[in-house]
Nanobody, 114 residues
Framework: QVQLVESGGGLVQAGGSLRLSCAAS?????MGWFRQAPGKEREFVGS??????YYVDSEKGRFTISGDNAKNTVYLQMNSLKPEDTAVYYC????????????WGQGTQVTVST
């Protein structure tokens, strides 16, 4: 079973930046980022598949997703962070092409202070 390990979360002031990493222990197809803020449902942030990033409209320009296929790792670069970006960020992956996200990381906390 492939496992995902996230890193890079932490506390940052508004306007600052963080880069999250997600390393997969084996092959995956699509790797995505989700986040869940307190009291809210988990929401999709973006994904990386076959070298192509995809973003939700609200995060275009602030968030950048990239990957290193040789390391089975995907990154989420977050700039101009806002307090409303505070959430637990999860990495997820699909074990099959065009499959659903069926592999999840443990999550990493991102806190943006005012």
């Amino acid at each position: 079973q492939v496992q995902l390990v996230e890193s890079g979360g932490g506390l940052v002031q508004a306007g600052g930046s963080l880069r999250l990493s997600c390393a997969a222990s084996g092959r995956t197809f699509t790797m995505g980022w989700f986040r869940q803020a307190p009291g809210k449902e988990r929401e999709f942030v973006g994904s990386w598949s076959s070298g192509i990033p995809y973003y939700v409209d609200s995060e275009k320009g602030r968030f950048t997703i990239s990957g290193d296929n040789a390391k089975n790792t995907v990154y989420l670069q977050m700039n101009s962070l806002k307090p409303e970006d505070t959430a637990v960020y999860y990495c997820a992956a699909t074990s099959r092409m065009l499959g659903n996200y069926d592999i999840w990381g443990q999550g990493t906390q991102v806190t943006v202070s005012t």
